[in-house]
């Protein structure tokens, strides 16, 4: 029972055989160098059972919460302490000391520490809420018995340490400290051991069966690895199956499964093998191609030089990768990108075969032949925008400029422009430089910014700019912008409003008193004729109508009359009118001339 066959096969490090392996049946061990071996696989294998086993029995130990609250309520707090408290840090810090790779070896210390310490919490319930707790929560101890030796994947040795001093604790409390009657010392102490030499032989059945499965594991391995040698043996020494053999694993190679198409060609140019992606691909079958040429996906599109550069890469042991336009059964031509990679015999080091692995990449030249003819557009409509439209870093480098920017600030090519800064060179005036990037930094985006500019011979233009950030390159801001020159239109307001002023001129010194007003009679605009003829300031003369600065005595009637001719018909009146300095109401004849202009649209 503990002792078991080898097989005559090698298990150390020192290369020693043993023909048998003995297993020691107080402690459960192997030999060392087995037990290193048995101890890195059971760690391995029962590390995430041991994780799972540690939650869940956190989780329903702290599910009692409910029990505490029913039997001793006045140390409530006291007991929620200790099970979201104590006992919680505790499988944390087991949970974190044991996954960890180089505490492996005090896993099992530390797995049965814990369940010491969750079994001492339960004393410390019956300590200081006795004598309420006396007669059932030794049932606690029970469960964490069933909990270590069945779940935690302690093994025997430790588990039988963990519940032995756990039971010692039990004990030593009962005797010393908690007040128990002697029915009651009795029962726990019977169900305790009872549960305690179950729990020992479940933990050694349990650890017994996982060391013989694990031996008799590595026996099948070692027995593999021999049957493997000895199939090379048998292989090397019977020429006859070399072929079949060597057909087997080029199959084994190129996977059925593959989502690439596989074809395997020998030195002749024959096709021996195809998977179904090829035959999915192409339209081919199997009895299609074998034994044909690899020609028969020949589209016409490439010339004989082409094919042959790669069967002289190939033949030459090289792998030829690329590019190919191949055709399909239906006659419809598709794109590959194909890899060729030559094949050797064992020994001899001759090529034998070729393994070609090949990827439609029609959809993805489709797609490149959209993104150019794109580029191509976006290209045509950059280069030949008439606004200038380019790229610059936050430091005013000029990364690209479009034709109509470079034409714009004079410059004969991109070369040309690259050379101006914008920071150092560009503006006329720098602070409006400091004010485009502060704005265009806040905001992410700036539009109809307006400034002047120095083109390449110094002379000024106005421009008006719009830009946003678009990102960072070497931790420098990246501006994209249009610029648009608009000299023309400022020189135009400049000239408009020149001549704006020599009219305003000419109105306030025409000896006739001339209002402007609205069809409403609210006054526009006066000159000084009005000024001085009815003894008030302009800004007061902006704030009144006709009426204002009419009498009374006038009749109303008469001029509505004039009105609704002047502001339907177009027609014009002459009539005597009194007016009124609105200061002293100082009235006085005067003749009014009436008609209608249109200001703007």
Known sequence: MFTWESGNQDYSESGKKNDTVKLNPFTLSFPIELEKLFLAHYYKDSIGKINAALLVGAVFYSSFFFLDYILVPEYIFHFIAVRFGVTWLIVIIALTVINKVKFANAYQPMIALTAITVALTIIYYIIIAQPKLNNSYYV????????SYSFLKLRFLWASISGVITFLFYDLAIFTIVDLNFETIIVSNAFLIATNFVGMIISYTLEYYARKDFFQNLLLKKSMEANINLNMKIYEGDQAMTLAQEKLMLQSTALESAANSIVIFNKEGSIIWINNAFSNLTGFSSEDVIGKNPRILNSGKHDKLFYKNIWSTILNGRVWSGEIINKKKNGDLYYEEMIITPVTGNDSGEITHFIAIKQDISLRKQMEEKLAESEKRFRSLFENASLGIYR?????????????LIRMLGFDSLEDIKKRNLTGAGYVNPKQRDEFITKLMSNGSLIGFESEWRKKDGSIIFIRESAK?????????????????????KFAEAELRESSERLQTVFDNVYDAIFIHDINGKIINVNNKVLDLYNISKESALTISIEDISSNENSFEMVHGYWSNV????????FEWKAMRPGDKYVFDVEVFLSKITLGK
């Open 567 to 574: 502001v339907n018909y177009n027609k014009t009146h002459m």
């Open 469 to 489: 950030l678009d990102s960072k390159e070497n931790g420098d801001a990246i501006f994209e912008g249009t610029v648009e020159d608009i000299s023309l239109s």
């Open 392 to 404: 610059s870093t936050l430091s005013g480098d000029i990364l690209i400029a479009n034709y109509a």
């Open 140 to 147: 606690g101890i029970i469960i964490v018995y069933f909990w």
